[in-house]
């Protein structure tokens, strides 16, 4: 806690009691999208915070439907040609038939599933001085009421040190406390209780053909000073739950695991540490994550700051500043839950779940939303939390050898637009959605950022060979475009959406592909030089790349989705694809190319500020790219709008985000989550386009604040306070030395700053070098959007030291 309340000299004397950000309410959860997670990344909890029945409700991380399989289907290499014809030939509805027909053969994914709930018979009822809250400063769960004069309470943590979520409940008067203990699970389980211990088997489903082949075990161990009896306890003051849980998988090819001996191993390794010790080192491993940053933004009307968290959401106007920062920070926190080296990486859900058949199974929907979950990784300082999500990724590098040499004839690897548990890589639902060869390709680009952020060249290393593989498809599976001459991926979709004209999203070449195939080759070209690789690919890559089609302006001054000009300026689909080269990428930049910048922003605008909540969360991140922060707190104001649970859609049509704060699609996806908390860190800090960018993108309303901690390119730690909204100091270490090239809109003061010349000479921060884009014919007037006046200076650092400047 030391280190997270550190004070910071604010301009408008911030409190810094505000990092211990809490989500409290004055009534149990009576639904799960009103209770409250906890996670450790194996174990995700959900609390409701019962009185008379508590319900912790359970998901363990390698606990899905299923067994080891593939999804390749043979069918598709022949038939591969005639599809490319029918697309080259405008026949794209013919293609998709075939595609469909040929592609696609099943299964579609495993279901991440739900392993249970302990649940806690108290007897409570009429209580008063009821409060439940999660504190995420320190990721600890309380609960309390008075119920007969006594007070009762109730903490719950998931231990990221000792791998086990931790129950302990408290009694005011001696001996007043008695509960029981049982464990129920909507899938097939068996229970066995002894003195003081639970265990409950659970065996996950068979799911289109595809045979479950895991067995989960739950233990929950009773400690008390009072009785136990079985689960059964009674005149107790203070009991203590350790609850653990595994399955036998070991890997994607191997269930040889052996749970109960997982669960004996922890349980013998929390034997001898009491509560308190517990709690410490729980707080000690997330704190040291979590304490990296702290964001503050000054709130000088607002009234609601003090309300339970669904009455605050409920009258969210905007004024309630608090609440945005709380989003940012409630981002990290669940980052941090769900995503630990070492564990698999956060799925659409995150690690929460508690249906049979969720949505879209909760798999990894790797055309936007896997990716989006790690956004905040990077510049949110938690680079380690992106180790499950490179890690899968080197999985899929391994199992899509195999998808691209039977499906496609290819070497390297593929994955589509969806994988699970089991790492899947052949296309999956259907065309529409599953003809997406990218999917793969676009995760290599978290391996790059990772090092643009860190300059870790043994990461490099380490992933070269998955990097190269995805190269070494897109080398194989582009063709020469015969009307353009451009080399293109065909098939392919721009995600989920298809052109004016078109009943099919099937095309050739959408321009998200041609932003992925550039950030890849270019990536694995620049990897391959570090590495003093053989000159002879990275010539190949680099002559790939020259061949690429130039992002295009379309009639409308939009940049175009595809190849041809077929957007609909009226249609406002909530995928944004062709984007991507704006965010995540860096392809698209008011300094060197004003007229695709404005494109963008054209289309940005077309497509509406109202959408699904993970697509509010990518827009955030686009406006903030944009710079400007007035309409990227619009669009956080949209996302902060209420809906109490998906069967009152039509009574909060606009509703975005429930109760709990969870992202509403709707339904429940986490991405929104952590799309929001990346966009406000780009709102304050950027490093992609050249330069370390101090408040790019500043909203009017932010006027005082301070943040802390944030992560920039070039291996640059920022914090930056300011007032009446501009900057007026920023401190930035630096972790690997090096030139910092640093860009404001005000000037800025510092020992060793000198004004900027030329280039940027630090290779982390360097833009996009793209093609000139191209304009429609039918373009009647180029709509220009107003590019800032910056300050730009260079300052030679040193590995380690701090550097300080003002105004």
């Known amino acids: 806690m030391k280190k997270l309340l ?22 149990p959860a009576t639904h799960w999208l009103e209770a409250l997670p906890v996670g450790n990344s194996q174990m995700g909890a959900m609390i409701y915070g019962g009185t008379d029945t508590e319900e912790i409700q359970l998901n363990e991380e390698t606990f899905w439907s299923g067994s080891p399989h593939d999804n390749d289907s043979p069918a598709a ?3 591969l040609q005639e599809v ?7 026949k794209e509805e013919a293609a998709h038939k075939i595609i469909d027909q040929n592609f696609f053969k ?16 108290l007897g409570h009822q009429e209580v008063t001085n009821y409060r439940r809250e999660l504190n995420i400063g320190d990721a600890v769960n309380t609960t309390s009421y008075i119920y007969n004069g006594v007070k009762y309470e109730r903490t719950v943590f998931a231990s990221l040190a000792d791998h086990a979520v931790i129950v302990r409940l408290t009694a005011s008067k001696k001996g007043a406390l008695s509960f029981d203990v049982n464990f129920g699970s909507p899938l097939e389980n068996k229970v066995e209780t002894g003195d003081g211990i639970l265990t409950a088997t659970v065996k996950n489903a068979e799911h289109e053909g595809i ?142 779940n508690d249906k049979v058949y969720p949505m ?6 790797i055309n936007i939303n896997a990716e989006m979950n790690y956004w905040p990784s990077l510049v949110g300082n938690l680079v380690e939390n992106q180790e499950p999500l490179l890690t899968l990724t080197r999985d899929l590098s391994e199992t899509g050898r195999k998808t691209a040499q039977v499906m496609y004839g290819c070497k390297g690897w593929v994955a589509h637009h969806n994988t699970d548990l089991w790492r899947v890589t052949g296309p999956i639902d259907g065309t529409t959605w599953g003809m997406f060869p990218t999917g793969g390709a676009w995760l290599t680009t978290h391996i790059w950022q990772q090092y643009l952020f860190t300059g870790d060249k043994q990461l490099l290393r380490d992933y070269y060979p998955v990097m190269k593989g995805a190269a070494d498809f897109l080398l194989d599976y582009l063709q020469p475009h015969p009307k353009y001459g451009w080399l293109v991926t065909a098939p392919t979709v721009s995600p989920e959406h298809g052109p004016i004209g078109k009943h099919t999203t099937v095309t050739a070449g959408s321009t998200m592909d041609n932003q992925i195939v550039f950030d890849v080759l270019s990536q694995t070209a620049q990897t391959a030089r570090i590495l003093g690789e053989d000159a002879s690919y990275i010539s190949c890559l680099t002559s790939a790349l020259a061949k690429l089609p130039p992002m295009q302006i379309g009639k409308y001054g939009q940049l175009q989705e595809w190849l041809w000009d077929g957007d609909d300026p009226n249609d406002q689909h909530r995928h944004v694809s062709h984007l991507y080269g704006l965010y995540p990428s860096n392809q698209v930049s008011p300094f060197t190319h004003p007229d695709i910048y404005a494109a963008a922003a054209t289309t940005l605008t077309q497509r509406g500020d109202q959408a699904t909540g993970w697509s509010l969360g990518w827009k955030t991140n686009l406006w903030a790219r944009l710079l400007d922060g007035n309409h990227a707190f619009l ?13 009152k859609m039509r009574q909060y049509p606009d509703g975005r985000t429930y109760p709990n704060l969870f992202d509403a699609h709707p339904p429940f996806q986490i991405d929104g989550n952590f799309g929001v908390a990346a966009g406000i860190c780009e709102m304050l800090v950027q490093s992609h386009d050249g330069a370390v960018h101090l408040l790019p993108a500043l909203p009017d309303e932010w006027k005082n604040g301070s943040v802390k901690g944030l992560r920039a390119r070039g291996g640059f730690i920022v914090d930056e306070e300011w007032s009446e909204g501009k900057l007026r100091s920023a401190s930035i270490r630096s972790s690997i030395g090096g030139t910092l090239r640093v860009r404001s809109y005000v000037p800025l003061k510092g020992k060793g700053l000198r004004p900027a010349q030329g280039d940027c000479p630090n290779e982390l921060l360097a833009p996009a070098t793209i093609k000139q884009p191209l304009q429609s014919p039918e373009l009647k007037e180029v709509k220009g959007k107003a590019v800032p006046t910056v300050y730009e200076y260079d300052l030679d650092t040193t590995a380690g030291k701090t550097y300080k400047l003002k105004i």
């Open 6 to 27: 550190v004070a910071l000299s604010l301009v408008c004397s911030l409190p810094m009691s505000a990092q211990n950000y809490r989500l409290w309410y004055d009534k």
């Open 77 to 79: 290499k022949a038939h």
């Open 84 to 90: 490319r014809d029918s697309i080259f030939a405008g």
């Open 106 to 121: 099943g299964p579609h994914g495993m279901r991440f599933l739900p392993l249970g709930s302990v649940k806690l018979s």
């Open 211 to 352: 045979k479950g082949s895991l067995t989960a075990e739950c233990r929950v161990k009773i400690e008390t000073d009072g009785r136990c009896s079985g689960t059964s306890i009674t005149h107790a003051t203070t009991a203590t739950l350790y609850i653990v849980a595994a399955t036998n998988y070991v890997n994607y090819h191997d269930i040889s695991g052996n749970p109960a001996q997982k669960n004996e191993n922890t349980l013998l390794a929390l034997q001898g540490k009491s509560y308190k010790q517990l709690l410490k080192a729980h707080l000690q491993k997330y704190q040291e994550q979590y304490g990296r940053v702290s964001l503050e933004l000054a709130s000088q009307t607002s009234t609601t700051s003090s309300l339970p968290t669904d009455q605050r959401l409920a009258r969210f106007d905007g004024s309630d500043l608090g609440l945005v920062a709380l989003m940012m920070q409630y981002g990290r926190y669940l980052l941090i839950s769900s995503s630990q080296p070492g564990g698999q990486a956060a799925n659409l859900q995150g690690m929460w």
């Open 360 to 365: 879209w199974d909760s798999k990894y929907t």
């Open 635 to 647: 669009i956080i104001k949209n996302m902060l709008r209420l809906l109490p649970d998906d069967s």
